[in-house]
T-cell receptor, first 114, second 109 residues
Framework: EPEVTQTPSHQVTQMGQEVILRCVPI?????FYWYRQILGQKVEFLVSFYNNEISEKSEIFDDQFSVERPDGSNFTLKIRSTKLEDSAMYFCASSENRELSEQYFGPGTRLTVT | GEDVEQSLFLSVREGDSSVINCTYT??????LYWYKQEPGAGLQLLTYIFSNMDMKQDQRLTVLLNKKDKHLSLRIADTQTGDSAIYFC?????????FGQGTELSVKP
């Protein structure tokens, strides 16, 4: 069964460093998403991406964040200068279309900023 | 505004039924979902219901939707220890999912 994959599973970085989280969505899916879950809190939407551009972003997704689909299979989330409060589990998801189909999630990348 | 509320904990005995409840505020949502998260793992889509339905059954899972009261529930029949996990209710708002805080289900043998 096709699945969303994410690498790395755990990333430790120092405050102020740049990190890139990688995702490979399900191959025939057209919509891609990033969510994050701070420990003990709700899963929060960060950004959605379609046709090589951002469809929607939340207020969390500020200028420190960017997304890219560098090739036909990868979807990345970059955090330019990490802060302590960026420590969270980051989930990538993909879906066939925007509203009428379910979103499939990857296993997540745990980001720890020290 | 967008909000989804769930109770934080539920404890049941193996073999009993579990009922996890959720209330939401956005009446325009078209799809509502239940996701399961096992310790250290990602979010697994369990089931979903379209907003014009009031019930959906899928093996041991029954989803009930009361659109008037904006109340969604997930019933797990014959709950097993492998069902122990956090269960998230979510709805689709223009493509993005809005999640509840999750209900931790503990199944005692």
């Amino acid at each position: 069964e096709p699945e969303v994959t994410q690498t790395p599973s755990h990333q430790v970085t120092q405050m102020g460093q740049e990190v890139i989280l990688r995702c490979v969505p399900i191959s025939n899916h057209l919509y891609f998403y990033w969510y994050r879950q701070i420990l003990g809190q709700k899963v929060e939407f960060l950004v959605s991406f379609y046709n090589n551009e951002i469809s929607e972003k939340s207020e969390i997704f500020d200028d420190q964040f960017s997304v890219e689909r560098p090739d036909g299979s990868n979807f990345t989330l970059k955090i330019r200068s990490t802060k302590l409060e960026d420590s969270a589990m980051y989930f990538c998801a993909s879906s066939e279309n925007r509203e009428l189909s379910e979103q499939y999630f990857g296993p997540g990348t745990r980001l720890t900023v020290t | 505004g967008e909000d989804v509320e769930q109770s934080l904990f539920l404890s049941v005995r193996e073999g009993d039924s579990s009922v996890i409840n959720c209330t939401y505020t956005d009446s325009s949502s078209t799809y509502l979902y239940w996701y399961k998260q096992e310790p250290g793992a990602g979010l697994q889509l369990l089931t979903y219901i379209f907003s014009n339905m009031d019930m959906k059954q899928d093996q041991r899972l029954t989803v009930l939707l009361n659109k008037k009261d904006k109340h969604l529930s997930l019933r797990i029949a014959d709950t097993q220890t492998g069902d122990s996990a956090i269960y998230f209710c979510a709805y689709n708002q223009g493509g993005k999912l809005i999640f509840g805080q999750g209900t931790e289900l503990s199944v005692k043998p």
